[in-house]
T-cell receptor, first 114, second 111 residues
């Protein structure tokens, strides 16, 4: 299995631009998670889905952030408009067992907003 | 260890030594704990987990100890190797809430 696949690996954009991060979970995993990692705040859960349905989005910073999962093999995290404070590494993870059990993380998308 | 600003607590060991990485948690209701390893430029990788009804669990070269009385978790790595160099995170869950990650400890292994 190829594991969780994220794209792009790196993105540099200017403040105000729209950013779309993409994730393909491991086939058969019913849970998908979006995390953000910064040095100051560590790993923070933004949102997670079960069977393509958002279950908990309490970690989404504000209305500029949105996430969708149109099918079992694809999810997007969108930031519009982006701001410099959104600069971080965004990780997607998937799992079989949900919030309890092993999460399989992708390699992350490093976002820099200038 | 506690995180201080931008600097992760760091543990430096020699190859072959045993390493002990510590984690303090604050939520007494947490009942499930996981250790993750994150190598530079990669996503976190599951190492081992433990439930609150246990105080010790062993894996391959790793042992996790849980002391609920003082809300302390530790990860012991036997015969540490250069490939073990990474940032190690403890994470906790209380009930049906989501996983909360600690700030991490960097392990540096010298040949």
């Amino acid at each position: 299995d190829a594991g969780v696949i994220q794209s792009p690996r790196h993105e540099v954009t200017e403040m105000g631009q729209e950013v779309t991060l993409r994730c393909k979970p491991i086939s058969g995993h019913d849970y998908l998670f979006w995390y953000r990692q910064t040095m100051m705040r560590g790993l923070e859960l933004l949102i997670y889905f079960n069977n393509n349905v958002p279950i908990d989005d309490s970690g989404m910073p504000e209305d500029r952030f949105s996430a969708k999962m149109p099918n079992a093999s694809f999810s997007t995290l969108k930031i519009q408009p982006s701001e410099p404070r959104d600069s971080a590494v965004y990780f997607c993870a998937s799992s079989i067992e949900g919030v309890v059990g092993e999460l399989f993380f992708g390699e992350g998308s490093r976002l820099t907003v200038l | 260890g506690e995180s201080v600003g931008l600097h992760l607590p760091t543990l430096s060991v020699q190859e072959g030594d045993n390493s002990i990485i510590n984690c303090a948690y604050s939520n007494s209701a947490s009942d499930y704990f996981i250790w993750y390893k994150q190598e530079s430029g990669k996503g976190p990788q599951f190492i081992i987990d433990i439930r609150s009804n246990m105080d010790k669990r062993q894996g391959q070269r790793v042992t996790v100890l849980l002391n609920k009385t003082v809300k302390h978790l530790s990860l012991q790595i036997a015969a540490t190797q250069p490939g073990d160099s990474a940032v190690y995170f403890c994470a906790e869950i209380a009930g049906y809430s989501t996983l909360t990650f600690g700030k991490g400890t960097m392990l540096l292994v010298s040949p």
